[in-house]
């Protein structure tokens, strides 16, 4: 990865590695469906 790239993420990320302490893809929040989630990395 780049520094200062946006990357998304495919959905079958979420079908190869579930984790239930992720945020779930394309959520229904409300009866509405969203998007998949952003996540944020920061290097040291």
Request: charged share 25%; glycine share 4%; hydrophobic share 35%.
């Amino acid at each position: 990865m780049e520094v200062g790239h946006f990357y998304y993420i495919d959905d079958t990320y979420f079908v190869d590695f579930p984790d239930t302490y992720l945020m779930k893809n394309k959520e229904a929040v409300n009866g509405q469906i969203h998007d998949r989630p952003c996540f944020l990395c920061i290097s040291r």
